[in-house]
């Protein structure tokens, strides 16, 4: 993972707090799948209010640690890995 890189949410993704959960809902002019519906723990959550354009990943990981109770090895994989999956399911783009 490129800890200088800047990433943003595509705006095809909804996203929405439902009785205390959060969830990510693809919008993409069709009923909406529920196997595409991505549920957000706290901790991605706040990662993924940070993914704007303008936060480097390093500076996430860095907001990351001051507000949670994680070591650095720790918040760095988590992330990496929340990440990656976001990536993968195309709901965010770098910004070059």
């Known amino acids: 993972m490129n ?17 205390g959960e959060s969830f990510l809902i693809p919008v993409c002019g ?3 799948d529920m196997e595409n519906i991505f549920v957000l723990n ?7 209010e ?3 354009g303008e936060h480097t ?6 907001e990351v640690l001051e507000n949670y109770d994680i070591d650095e090895e720790r918040a760095g994989a988590d992330a990496s890995d929340f990440i990656g999956q976001l990536l993968q399911n195309d709901l965010v783009e770098e910004v070059a």
């Open 3 to 19: 800890l200088d890189a800047k990433l943003r949410r595509k705006e095809n993704i909804a996203g929405r707090r439902i009785a």
């Open 30 to 32: 069709k009923p909406v």
């Open 42 to 48: 706290p901790l991605a959550d706040f990662i993924w």
């Open 50 to 52: 940070r993914l704007d």
């Open 57 to 62: 990943l390093a500076a996430i990981v860095s």
